[in-house]
């Protein structure tokens, strides 16, 4: 979690299998990566905007700083209008050495059913949104080697879109039960690992990969994680997204009212902290992270606020490093 309670929020994952790195930042409200080291923001892959809103982009100029003119492409997601919106952000600077520039952008517009993609380039000083493609979703918009990314939309005085993030299921080796074949690992099992079939060579021996693989492999279920922040939570919308979060290990949702404030959390599209605890509670998640308080609660309302979401959601909490 990057920001400060009571200030701007937002989410930074590595999703790491191994063999590669995607980087993703969940918002970009002001000062949120004052803490990030430079060359981690200028490697960050996707930028996940919910929505366009001035806490939820105000940091926007530091990450473009950062990435404008990187070797590989950057990714922006959000929902209908990103495209326009961040168009007139790249506008904002003066391009004059723009001819030498390689960045390249591409900005989805993430509609209920389909992604419109826009790319923009910087050596054209990012002045023509070109037409990437239109594509449909099944609720999935982003999928790398080491992620994949699930778009829900929300309401917010308009379409505001959470996000919910899945490692890809793997499969590792059983120690003890290749020690107990008496097997010593060797190049072989990077064969079993990539799907070898038949007679398998392990130390100078003929063994079928079908049986070795039942015997050692295990099968992983990959992290999991939701963010929602800024959106309608009455009861109609607890029954829509809780068998959408059902399986995810950790919930990132904004708490931005105590429940005594539940008629303006309603009238300003947002939630109570009970809110996102009991919808925590009726999706059976693991954890629950409560972020993006309202600034209008003073640091010793906080644990309070903290203990209401508690009383129906004991394994909810705030971010590590949070004072209250």
């Not at 950062?66 to 904002?92: E, K, M, S, V, Y």
């Not at 037409?131 to 829900?152: E, F, K, M, S």
Request: some cysteine.
């Amino acid at each position: 979690m990057l920001g400060r309670p009571a200030e701007d929020n937002a989410l930074w994952v590595v999703a790491d299998s191994g063999q590669g790195q995607t980087r993703l930042l969940l918002d970009c409200g002001a000062h949120v990566l004052d803490g990030v080291p430079f060359a981690e923001v200028q490697a960050t892959d996707h930028l996940l905007l919910s929505h366009l809103h001035m806490d939820h982009v105000g940091g926007f100029d530091d990450f473009f700083r950062a990435t404008f003119d990187r070797p590989a492409p950057t990714h922006a997601w959000g929902p209908p209008g990103t495209a326009r919106i961040l168009g007139h952000r790249f506008q904002g600077y003066w391009w004059n050495h723009a001819p030498e520039l390689r960045g390249q952008w591409f900005v989805h517009d993430v509609h209920d059913a389909h992604v419109q993609s826009f790319r923009f380039e910087a050596h054209e000083a990012f002045a023509i949104a070109h037409d990437a493609g239109r594509r449909a979703h099944d609720g999935t918009v982003l999928t790398t080697p080491q992620v994949a990314v699930q778009a829900v939309p929300l309401e917010h005085h308009g379409r505001s879109l959470g996000f919910i993030l899945r490692e890809p299921d793997r499969e590792r080796v059983n120690p003890a039960a290749l020690a107990g074949l008496g097997l010593r690992p060797g190049p072989w099992l990077a064969a079993l690992k990539g799907g070898a079939t038949g007679e398998l060579d392990v130390n100078g021996q003929p063994h079928d990969a079908a049986a070795l693989r039942a015997a050692l492999m295990q099968r992983e279920t990959g992290e999991s994680l939701a963010y929602l922040t800024d959106f309608l939570l009455d009861g109609a919308q607890q029954a829509r997204l809780a068998p959408i979060l059902r399986g995810v290990q950790t919930l990132y949702a904004e708490a931005q009212y105590t429940p005594e404030d539940h008629a303006l959390a309603t009238r300003h599209q947002h939630t109570t902290v009970t809110q996102v605890a009991a919808l925590a509670h009726a999706a059976g998640l693991p954890a629950l992270t409560l972020l993006h308080l309202s600034r209008r609660y003073r640091s010793e309302q906080w644990p309070d606020m903290l203990s209401a979401a508690q009383a129906i959601h004991p394994a909810a909490r705030f971010p590590d490093g949070w004072p209250y």
